[in-house]
């Protein structure tokens, strides 16, 4: 099993920036490649960004993309999501997930955090 706490979330003013970790606990000696996603009220959870075990490797949703960075720092078994140029559009909740896929489909992760509110205003 893997626990995924995350933190970092907010409300903000448009223009703004935060940044939201997710630690991990547990079986984290195994190579999961992590992501965020993220739900807002009455919709789909969508896919924000993923990152290899190693960091080598990114992937990004095309709405964050050049505003939006993930890393992470395995020594402290935390991942990271900078948020800049934030929009009202990406007030939701954005939920960590490990998994052994960079894969923008929720169903490539098998294990998942409880999520932090982002709330972005005009």
């Known amino acids: 099993q893997v626990q995924l706490v995350e933190s970092g979330g907010g409300l903000v003013q448009a223009g703004g920036s935060l940044r939201l970790s997710c630690a991990t606990s547990g079986r984290t000696h195994l190579t999961y490649n992590m992501a965020w996603f993220r739900q807002a009220p009455g919709k789909e959870r969508e896919f924000v960004a993923a990152?290899?075990?190693?960091?080598?490797?990114?992937n990004y949703a095309d709405s964050v993309k050049g505003r939006f960075t993930i890393s992470r720092d395995n020594a402290k078994n935390t991942i990271y999501l900078q948020m800049n140029s934030l929009k009202p559009e990406d007030t939701a909740v954005y939920y960590c997930a490990a998994g052994w896929t960079t894969a923008s489909t929720p169903s490539g992760y098998a294990y998942w955090g409880q999520g932090t509110q982002v709330t972005v205003s005009s």
């Open positions: 990152i290899s075990w190693s960091g080598s490797s990114t």
